[in-house]
């Protein structure tokens, strides 16, 4: 009964663990670039990063020999008859297409903020700009609608003939659970694992695993 219940604990946890969302928030604007990775309720920012202290310059020693790469060094030939690298990862490319087709489905924009403020020196330059952003903003927004979930947006595009050039602020944050995180990895790992193990045969090795078949 109690290992019943450990288990039903442990359970749970994970369940609430796999609800967890995570993802990225990225705001552009005249202020700069800003990326922070989400975590549930926590935002970690990653770019621009606080500037670290520099180390002291280390003294120069003596010379040493320059060693080979590692990747040099213990590089092997394939085998005759075995299938280079490059041709193995392209055999990864039709799965590495279904995990991105499913993780789009997926994703979840929690927040997509967009202010375009449209100016310049030439009024009717700037009526023509401001016609085509949002001749855009038309052709953009039903493909993210209808490709993801969008829990919020707000658009604003505005003219403003005293500026000399157009501003625009952006700011976006997706995110998606650890939960389809796990399933997605498993799921389509395992399938590029079997995939990469079977075109790593020989090519005569493969005939004869066919011919048997």
Not at 10 to 29: D, E, F, H, P
Not at 141 to 148: M, S
Not at 163 to 169: A, D, I, L, N, Y
Not at 193 to 202: D, E, T
């Amino acid at each position: 009964m109690t290992f019943l219940k450990v288990l039903l604990i442990v359970l749970a946890v994970l369940w609430l663990i796999s609800l967890i969302r995570v993802g990225g928030r990225v705001r552009y604007g005249e202020a700069g670039l800003f990326a922070s990775v989400l975590a549930g309720p926590f935002k970690l920012q990653v770019f621009p990063m606080k500037a670290k202290k520099r180390d002291k310059p280390k003294q120069a020693g003596k010379a040493k020999k320059e060693k080979p790469p590692i990747a040099e060094k213990h590089k092997k030939e394939p085998k005759e008859g075995q299938p280079g690298t490059l041709s193995r990862l392209m055999k990864l490319l039709p799965v590495a297409g279904q995990a991105c087709g499913a993780l789009k489905r997926k994703i979840r924009i929690d927040d997509l903020e967009l202010q375009l403020i449209w100016g310049g020196s030439d009024p009717a330059a700037i009526a023509l700009g401001y016609g085509q952003a949002n001749a855009a903003l038309g052709m953009i927004w039903p493909i993210l609608d209808n490709n993801f979930k969008v829990k919020r947006h707000s658009f604003q595009i505005d003219l403003d003939y005293g500026r000399t050039q157009p501003g625009v602020e952006l700011t976006a944050a997706l995110t998606f659970t650890i939960g389809q995180i796990v399933t997605l990895s498993v799921h389509y790992g395992v399938k590029a694992l079997v995939i990469w193990m079977k075109s790593g045969r020989p090519a005569v090795k493969r005939q004869e695993a066919m011919s048997h078949e």
